[in-house]
């Protein structure tokens, strides 16, 4: 059974730091893996999708990498901005077509001004 | 498109009562999943459908909760009877296989508060 984790729990960082929220997952054999936003009281949004033949993707100052061999990625944000907080879930698709996700409980995020 | 449209938003309900979660999927969207939210298990799938079929519901928890789509605009999530173990965040996510890519949009979800 696929298990996803994110580490650390919640980041509390000064605006403009850059950051990296981790992502870890147990079973290699996975189709993609997405990181979305949850803002408090929410849905979710999508941020960036890496195909499982990718290594990274890239959408404004965020960052993605997947390294599928070690189970993990990455999600670097560049300048943060008291904007970016936010509660950070990586999930992973475990199955070719529109298969559900399995997500990590997530990384809250605190940017402070 | 206005995204997916869940309802309602937020439900107090006591222990024992029906409770219908409702949700609006975006059109032409093929699949629709239904997932629940708490603090000590994360986002977790209860059941999602293609083309208004259930293909797996090995998430639903127990026989109380079952899942309908009578059209490819309109699911429902049923909980009876409900139990204050149920209270969490359900989400409704939809999406269409396009170009290689599995994209699910969600929508706000509905706050869930059995007494």
């Known amino acids: 059974k696929q298990e996803v984790t994110q580490i650390p729990a919640a980041l509390s960082v000064p605006e403009g730091e850059n950051l990296v929220l981790n992502c870890s997952f147990t079973?290699?054999?996975?189709?993609?893996l997405q990181w979305f936003r949850q803002d408090p009281g929410k849905g979710l949004t999508s941020l960036l999708l890496?195909?499982?033949?990718?290594r990274e993707q890239t959408s404004g100052r965020l960052n993605a990498s997947l390294d599928k061999s070690s189970g993990r990625s990455t999600l670097y944000i560049a300048a943060s901005q008291p904007g970016d907080s936010a509660t950070y879930l990586c999930a992973v698709g475990t199955g070719w077509g529109n298969t559900p996700l399995v997500f990590g409980k997530g990384t809250r995020l605190s940017v402070i001004a | 498109d206005a995204g997916v449209i869940q309802s309602p938003r937020h439900e107090v309900t006591e222990m024992g009562q029906e409770v219908t979660l409702r949700c609006k999927p975006i059109s032409g969207h093929d699949y629709l999943f239904w997932y629940r939210q708490t603090m000590m298990r994360g986002l977790e799938l209860l059941i999602y459908?293609?083309?208004?079929?259930?293909?797996?519901d090995s998430g639903m928890p127990e026989d109380r909760f079952s899942a309908k789509m009578p059209n490819a605009s309109f699911s429902t999530l049923k909980i009876q009877p409900s139990e204050p173990r149920d209270s969490a965040v359900y989400f409704c996510?939809?999406?269409?296989?396009?170009?290689?890519?599995?994209?699910?949009?969600f929508g706000a979800g509905t706050r869930l508060s059995v007494l």
């Open positions: 890496i195909q499982s033949s990718q």
């Open positions: 459908f293609n083309n208004n079929v259930p293909i797996d």
């Open positions: 079973d290699s054999a996975i189709y993609n």
């Open positions: 996510a939809s999406s269409l296989w396009e170009g290689g890519k599995n994209i699910q949009y």
